[in-house]
């Protein structure tokens, strides 16, 4: 198979940046005169991008300074500028598209199989679309009138080398969605937790007295500017975006078969019915599968085997109703469930000092319910995952023909707490003081009780538009954000024989399909009509029969399947480790070795596997050492290979060892490991040649390789050279050496993705390591990222902690291998482009060699038709996984969105976390395709664009001052936190590996702990009290109110606690109180705190106990392990405390009201 079709979205065209992100299309980069917003054309709005040249001139953002205001910044934008005319003395920047390529040369993907060397590679893939579906642009052509969006003209930009045309087939490209007509498989057994039922209704004549909502006003075709091209997917021929794949298929992969023809199906999926449901449906023609590489019949099963890797979509021969095996029924699958994590506690705005008269103080907004533990937060929001059932007679219809007066609920027949008008100048108590949930979407209640949980499916719109139009109007993203391994107190688990799904999408069967009687279904996504197998008309539940609208996986937005064996091709992998240890004279000084060989001899016998777990250990300086466990061995035996530059496996087979078998061998290696190295006088790491040989050593059987590295690569393949220059960490210009410096380490991570290994990089250095570089293994792979910058084991304990709590996660969290991801969506929605740590298969499946419980994604998505006869959409993502006890498992999520026509109901179901983290996952890929300013000006772009929009087409009284919905009063603070966050700050010190690890968890961290890291939560905790505390276990945990991050909060009389994710700061003031110091700390007196303290003392005083138990409460959230940091004014670490005080004014940014005043001004010209 030709590798061009996987090097076609991961980057190794020609011409195709290194990132894992969004690449544009050839045509996207094109500009077309004369086209505005106010044409018919429709093109597609992504505040990534350029606008209208102003005149240049000193500042920080793109539009210019306003006059109260003097400039702050030395920052000096590259280029003249483009959309809003500027004020005096203001620049703007002429950006290329958010994601497109910097030319430069690609990486070429090696080989899979195992060889001696990995340096050598393949031919370079084809030039062409590097973000490309399609075998070459001139196929989009003849389907052009397919496509709602085909209509408008291309965004704006210059031309890159994109548009070459490739130079090759591309092999196993179709779209998303696309599928085999499989027949739907019955299922049998159900292994399931009920939970109390709901109370029984139907949807068959859901209406809600009211009427449809208005048309809203149109947006005046004057008030956006040509060179303002949109979010969303290409248009006109434009290639679906995505981090490409790029390197060899997978092995195992089918053959593809015949070509597609006609438009491509996954962008024309059957629209949802309107009308009563239909009993009898034409079957659909012949479809091209992506994965089965084969024409089927939608009444015909594939003929070919599922890949090795485990496609969801093609289960080789799916049973039909064949005999029922009996039921087994099995309670919650609890394993390594931890509590329910939610987002960051709320935030309270407090006033600002010194303000205009005209900033005067308001009333608040309604007050949220008081502070909730995750898990009951979660239990009292309607927009959660429940077990609760709803009934169905016969012939009812389910959401996907809600009745037409569902849009009777339109949000404008009364204004909503989301609607309510802000104005963001005068109003100050903008933060709640308390976590508020995400916004709930305006479906009928059975629906929203058993719709999918937030913290694990969430959109950045709740109500859907009905057209690309009408969302471009809007000027908000589109997409979602998922973290869909994550761990939950309650799983329901179905054990079956067979699994059912759609004969035509292979849509897993889920609450939001339709029964139109006891014997069919059809499918909320495509709209086809399937037959309910026999077995699932009995219910294990409940042990009936004749009620599949009862089995779990129609009560059940989540639910996991055991897969039958039609959904591998070889026995699924057993659990394998190595481990890569670092083990130069500069890692022996780091002292981490110790750490590592002590936690793991402690944590051996809780390896997540079973009797065929296997582990080996590979370490290096500049030779690479090996160390055979071969049972029989009286002690571990080291094997040298020192010719690095053709590296091999000196003992093939006992390098790797069953570790039942060979414990007390892996327990000597371990104890003795630390004294082996230590006078060493080896500085030099040849890290290259040792991840040949761990790749060597994992390709059989696929794994997982954890490499602990303290150094920059310095010898051998890999090498690498410092390219940070210190005196430009506080530059107010571009950053520079964002983009890997070879695509050594991408190839190989390819290499590695192929063969079911992932590479997780644990880097523990005081120097420049270029983490853009080494980083690129994980990223491509499916691996995490783990930086402990300064690491000492003396010189830093708060570091050495924080390793010991995270590697201890690391080695017993639940883990899942050789895994894919698809995500499917209703008719007229498309996926285009994919942000996290993977390697994109084709168009839609994403590759996880292995997939942890820590690991988000997000999707943008774009409306190709338009969405009117529907009133709601459903997204599903099916994740496919080996647990580590050897079972094939599928995860599949569910959620369901109504639609909308109205511009004011789009608005009033923005979720403005889920924007900000779509945001910053885009402006992180703009950062390293285009520049760090180009991606600054795009944020500040999105927050203008929108509450233009919201003005000018949403407001009926127009009124002074920055206005605002309820909803999205946070928007200006968080792009302000973005602005100042590691990853995209500049004027301030920052290094170049804390900003590219920033920018690494914006992208793969889940939304709820990147937003700790966006904005941090500020708490009072010298006065903490029992008053609206949470009684968790039996301990009081309290609640303070978060405060306004700016230093006019803090007070000398007080202690002040800064949650910012990774770590949490407790600032003491000078004159804090002594009984605080005293039964608190420990201390007498503020002179006798420690200068180096990153633990509290366990006093037996009730201070100490409420303190103690709030810190504890606030680590539990989440899966890491952040620091604490007791800082006083002399403290060192105060500078980044105070970089957290993200609303105050700095030498390099604007302070908040500044901001604000600098976001009105551009949406009054």
């Known amino acids: 198979m030709s590798t061009a079709g996987f090097n076609s979205q991961n980057g190794t065209g020609t011409g195709q940046a290194y990132a894992n992100g969004p690449s544009q299309n050839p045509v996207a980069m094109q500009q077309l005169p004369g086209v505005n917003y106010g044409m018919t054309h429709q093109p597609i709005y992504n505040p990534m991008q350029s606008k209208a040249p102003a005149p240049p001139g000193p500042g920080l953002y793109p539009s210019g300074a306003y006059q109260p205001i003097p400039p702050v910044s030395s920052y000096q934008p590259g280029q003249p500028p483009t959309s809003y005319p500027a004020p005096l003395g203001q620049p703007l920047l002429t950006r290329p598209l958010m994601g497109v390529p910097p030319s430069q040369t690609p990486p070429q993907s090696a080989s899979p199989s195992p060889r001696p060397s990995l340096a050598r590679a393949t031919p370079p893939p084809p030039a062409a679309s590097s973000s490309s579906y399609y075998p070459n642009p001139q196929q989009l052509q003849p389907m052009a009138p397919s496509w709602q969006y085909n209509t408008g003209p ?13 130079r090759g087939p591309v092999a196993n490209h179709v779209n998303p969605s696309s599928s085999s007509p499989v027949p ?138 064949g005999p029922q095996p009996s039921n087994s029924y099995n309670h919650v699958d609890n394993q390594m469930a931890g509590p329910p994590q939610h987002g960051p506690p709320g935030r309270h705005l407090g006033h600002y000092p010194s303000l205009p008269p005209g900033y005067q103080n308001t009333p608040g907004p309604h007050k949220s319910p008081s502070p909730m533990h995750p898990a009951m937060q979660s239990a009292t929001q ?97 997409g979602l954000l998922l973290h869909p391994f994550k761990d939950l107190t309650q799983l329901p688990v179905v054990t079956s024989s067979t699994i059912v799904r759609c004969r035509s999408c292979r849509t897993y069967i889920n609450p939001f399909v339709t029964f139109l009687d006891q014997r069919r279904w059809t499918c909320n996504l495509c709209n086809r009509v399937n037959d309910v197998p026999e077995e699932f008309m009995y219910n294990p539940v409940s042990r009936s029969y004749g009620e599949p609208h009862k089995r779990p996986e129609v009560q059940n937005a989540t639910i996991e399947f055991i897969a039958p064996s039609e959904y591998m091709l070889r026995p699924p992998q ?134 602990f590295q303290t150094q920059l690569p310095n010898l051998g393949v890999g090498a690498l050279q410092s390219r940070e220059d210190p005196n430009q960490r506080a530059s107010a210009k571009d950053i520079q050496h964002l983009s890997p410096a070879t695509d050594f380490y991408k190839k190989l991570a390819l290499d590695c993705s192929g063969q079911q290994v992932a590479v997780d990089l644990f880097l523990l250095s005081s120097q420049y390591c270029d983490l853009a570089s080494l980083g690129c293994i994980s990223r491509y792979s499916a691996g995490s990222v783990y930086y402990y910058p300064s690491y000492h084991h003396q010189h830093s304990p708060a570091q050495v902690e924080r390793f010991q709590k995270d590697l201890k996660r690391y080695l017993t ?15 007229g929605l498309s996926i285009h482009t994919f942000h996290g740590n993977f390697f994109v298969r084709s168009t839609d499946l994403l590759s996880l060699p292995n997939v942890n419980p820590d690991a988000g994604f997000a999707v943008q998505m774009s409306i190709e038709e338009n969405l009117a006869d529907v009133q709601s959409v459903s997204f599903q993502a099916a994740l496919l996984y080996t647990s580590s006890k050897g079972e094939r498992r599928i995860r599949v999520h569910t959620l369901c969105l109504p639609v909308v026509n109205s511009l004011s109901d789009v608005f009033s179901g923005a979720d403005v976390e889920a924007i900000t983290g779509l945001l910053a ?119 303070p109110r978060v405060q306004q991050l700016s230093v006019e909060k803090l007070s000398r009389e007080g202690a002040f606690l800064m949650d910012a994710g990774l770590v949490i700061y407790l600032w003491i003031g000078r004159n804090c109180h002594p009984n605080f110091l005293s039964q608190v700390l420990g201390v007498p007196s503020y002179a006798a705190v420690p200068e180096n303290l990153y633990t509290l003392p366990e006093l037996d005083t009730a201070e100490s106990q409420r303190t103690r138990a709030f810190i504890g409460w606030l680590r539990d959230q989440r899966p890491f392990f952040p620091s604490v940091h007791v800082i006083r004014d002399e403290s060192p670490l105060k500078a980044s405390f105070m970089q957290n005080m993200i609303e105050d004014r700095t030498e390099s940014a604007l302070s908040y009201y500044e901001f604000l005043l600098h976001i009105q001004q551009q949406i009054s010209k």
């Open 154 to 166: 291309p965004p704006m930009g210059p031309p890159t080398s994109t548009s070459t045309p490739p």
């Open 184 to 321: 739907p498989s019955p299922l049998s057994s159900v292994a399931y937790s009920s939970g109390p039922g709901m109370p029984p209704t139907t949807l068959q004549g859901y209406n809600q007295p009211g009427i449809a909502p208005p048309q809203m006003n149109p947006m005046a075709s004057h008030t956006y500017h040509p060179s303002r091209p949109a979010y969303g997917p290409p248009t006109s021929g434009q290639p679906i975006s995505g981090p490409p794949p790029t390197g060899p298929p997978p092995t195992g992969l089918p053959p593809t078969g015949v070509p597609p023809t006609g438009p491509p199906p996954s962008l024309k999926p059957t629209p949802l019915p309107t009308g009563p449901p239909v009993a009898n449906v034409t079957p659909t023609p012949p479809r091209y599968d992506a994965q089965c590489g084969a024409t089927f019949n939608s009444t015909q099963s594939p003929t070919e085997p599922d890949c090795q890797q485990g496609d969801i979509e093609c289960p080789g021969a799916m049973a039909g109703n």
């Open 574 to 707: 057993p659990a394998v480790y190595l481990f890569v240890l670092d083990v130069s004279h500069n890692a022996v000084e780091t002292g981490y070795l110790n750490v590592f060989c002590q936690l793991l001899l402690e944590n051996i016998n809780t390896l997540p596997g079973d009797s065929r777990t296997k582990v080996g250990f590979i370490t290096f300086d500049s030779t690479i050492h090996f160390y055979n466990l071969q049972e029989g061995l009286s002690q571990p035996q080291m094997l040298i290979v020192s010719d690095i530059e053709e590296i091999f496996l000196p003992t093939p087979d006992s390098l790797l060892v069953n570790l039942n078998e060979c414990k007390e061998l892996v327990q000597d290696l371990l104890r003795s490991l630390p004294n082996l190295f230590q006078k060493t006088m080896e500085t030099q790491s040849a890290l290259g040649s040792a991840l040949q040989a761990a790749f060597k050593l994992l390709s059989p059987t696929g794994g997982r390789m954890s490499v």
């Open 382 to 478: 309607p927009y959660t995952q429940s077990s609760q059932q709803y009934q169905q007679p016969p012939g009812g219809p389910g959401p996907a023909q809600l009745s037409p007066s569902m849009a009777a609920m339109s949000l404008q027949s009364s204004t909503p707490e989301a609607l309510r008008v802000v104005n963001l100048l005068q109003e100050r108590n903008l933060l709640p003081p308390s976590p508020t949930p995400p916004p709930t979407p305006c479906l009928p209640q059975d629906l929203q009780k058993i719709n999918c949980n937030p913290e694990v499916f969430r959109s950045t719109l709740t109500s859907i538009p009905q057209t690309q139009s009408l969302l471009n109007k809007a000027k908000m993203p589109l």
């Open 813 to 827: 969290r639940k883990i899942g291998f050789e895994a894919v991801m698809r995500i499917r969506c209703t008719k």
């Open 921 to 1039: 996952c885009m402006a992180v890929d703009r950062s390293v395709a285009a520049s760090l300013s180009d991606a600054r000006d795009a944020m500040t772009n999105a927050a203008i664009d929108s509450l233009s929009s919201y003005r000018q087409s949403v407001l009926t009284i127009q009124q002074p001052g920055l206005l605002a919905p309820a909803c999205l009063r946070l928007f200006p603070l968080y792009i302000l936190a973005l602005l100042k966050q590691k990853a995209f700050r500049t004027g301030t010190s920052t290094r170049l590996d804390d900003r590219v690890f920033a920018m690494c968890q914006l992208k793969y961290q889940p939304l709820v702990y990147a937003m700790l890291m966006i904005h941090p939560s500020l708490y009072r905790i010298d006065d903490l009290n029992d008053e609206g505390a949470l009684n968790i276990n039996e301990r009081t945990i309290p609640q």
